[in-house]
């Protein structure tokens, strides 16, 4: 197990290097404030408070897998690291916002914005946490079942070479 754990990790870590680093530009002021208003009638700020206490859980469990002994320390840290970094949603929010502003003109944000209160999308908003929380555990038994399937595979390839992992 701390060898998945590992892979798990260094995938997590090797994340943010694929983002870009910075942007040529800063986007027009109109569009960024539109893009923030349409992030703020979204719901994303209450998406990402949803979000975080899944993500919480599911690292304390990678970590009490590496130390099954030290289980209740590991849930009492993360515990308390939840608030820290919930307090850190504004800053993702005004970089997706840039994204948005990047790609989408004041008036394309207006038509957005007025999806988000009209009644399918006063709905779209009810229901997204919930299918954002049911997404990440697809997406966490997805990613499980694949890695589990890539480490056979390879390991069947390496041992076919001589080496026994």
């Known amino acids: 197990m701390p060898y998945r754990a590992l892979l798990l990790a260094a995938a997590l870590f090797a994340l943010p290097l694929s983002l870009p680093s910075a942007r040529a530009q800063a986007p027009d002021p109109a569009r960024l404030a539109a893009a923030k208003e349409m992030m703020q009638v979204a719901g994303v700020g209450k ?5 975080m206490p ?3 859980q599911q690292l304390s469990q990678g970590f009490i ?3 099954p002994d030290k289980a209740q320390e590991i849930r009492d840290v993360f515990s308390q690291l939840g608030g820290k970094f919930n307090e850190r949603k504004g800053t993702l929010i005004d970089q997706v916002a840039t994204l948005y502003a990047e790609q989408l003109s004041v008036e394309e944000f207006t038509a957005v914005i007025g999806f988000y209160r009209s009644p399918a999308g006063v709905k779209m908003i009810t229901i997204q946490p919930q299918i954002m929380r049911q997404a990440m555990l697809l997406g966490q038994r997805w990613g499980a079942e694949l890695g ?3 480490e056979e595979e390879a390991r069947r390839e390496l041992k076919k070479r001589g080496i026994e992992l």
Do not use: W
């Open 54 to 56: 899944v993500l919480l």
């Open 65 to 67: 897998a590496v130390a």
């Open 148 to 150: 589990r399937e890539i």
């Open 47 to 51: 998406q990402f408070e949803e979000v």
